[in-house]
C-alpha cells in the first residue's frame, strides 16, 4: 500500500524541525529535512544582492527535486513521509519576500518559471496532505532566541514579514485551490502532546491519493497570480 506524503509548514521558529523529529520516532515515519538542511555545506540564507538571492533559492530548489523524488520512493514502498516544509519553499519564501519589497519581482518570476518547468517534468510536486503549524508571534520569538544559531536575530523581521505572506497562503488561499489537502494545527504544548495532536489530525484526512501534475500546475499558477494582490493584504502583526 503507498504511503502518505505529509508537510509540515509553518513560521520561522514554529516548531517544524522539532516535532518532524519526535513524531517520526513516535510513530514510525520517515521524517525528511528541509532542502537547507541536506545540503553539505549548508549554504548562508542571507544575500546582499538579488543575484545571491537568485543562486541561492534556484541551489535550493535545485534539492527539492531530490527530497521530492526521495519521499516519493518511499512512499511507494508503503512509507509515511513527513517532511519539514514542502516542495515549493524557496518559491513561496522568494514571492514573500516580492510582496515585502525585500526582492525584485523578476527573481520571483524566474523562479515560478522553473518550478513549472520542473513540475511539468515530473521532477517536482507537491505532498498529499500539508498540515500548517500556527503559533503566535511571542511564541516564535521565544523559540529563536532559545536557537539563536538556527534563527539569527538579524534575520527575524525578514522572516516573520514573509511568515506573514506563507500564513495567508497556507490557511486561506493554497485551501481553495486542492480542498481537502490542508489543516491547522494549533502548536502550543509541548512537542510529544503535539505529535499526538497531528497523528489525529493524519487519521481523521485519511488516505489522501498523490496530487496530479495538473493540480501542481494549479498550486504555481496560484502562487503566480496571487503574490501581486498579496503586495497590500501583508500588514500588521501576525496574531
Excluded at 515515519?29 to 542571507?46: H, K, T
Amino acid at each position: 500500500m503507498r504511503g502518505r506524503l505529509v508537510a509540515l509548514e509553518g513560521g520561522s521558529a514554529s516548531g517544524k524541525s522539532t516535532l518532524v523529529r519526535v513524531a517520526a520516532r513516535r510513530y514510525g515515519w520517515r521524517p525528511l529535512p528541509e532542502a537547507v538542511d541536506r545540503l553539505d555545506p549548508s549554504p548562508s540564507i542571507e544575500f546582499d544582492s538579488s543575484l545571491e538571492l537568485l543562486r541561492l533559492e534556484e541551489t535550493l530548489l535545485a534539492e527539492e527535486t531530490h527530497r521530492y523524488r526521495e519521499a516519493r520512493r518511499l512512499c511507494e514502498q508503503g512509507e509515511t513521509v513527513l517532511a519539514d516544509t514542502g516542495f515549493l519553499g524557496p518559491v513561496t519564501y522568494t514571492l514573500g519576500l516580492v510582496t515585502i519589497g525585500g526582492s525584485p519581482a523578476s527573481v520571483g518570476r524566474t523562479l515560478v518559471r522553473s518550478a513549472r518547468s520542473l513540475v511539468r517534468r515530473g521532477a517536482l510536486g507537491v505532498p498529499d496532505l500539508t498540515v500548517y503549524l500556527h503559533t503566535t508571534a511571542r511564541e516564535r520569538a521565544a523559540r529563536a532566541r532559545r536557537d539563536a544559531e538556527r534563527h539569527p536575530r538579524r534575520l527575524r523581521a525578514r522572516h516573520e514579514a514573509v511568515g506573514r505572506f506563507e500564513r495567508m497562503l497556507f490557511e486561506e488561499v493554497l485551501p481553495q485551490v486542492l480542498p481537502g489537502r490542508f489543516f491547522q494545527l494549533r502548536a502550543r504544548s509541548a512537542p510529544v502532546s503535539l505529535a499526538r495532536h497531528l497523528e489525529a489530525v493524519l487519521s481523521r484526512a485519511g488516505t489522501a491519493r498523490r496530487p496530479s501534475r495538473a493540480e501542481a500546475l494549479a498550486v504555481v499558477s496560484t502562487l503566480e497570480g496571487w503574490t501581486g494582490k498579496a503586495r497590500r493584504s501583508v500588514v500588521g502583526p501576525n496574531r
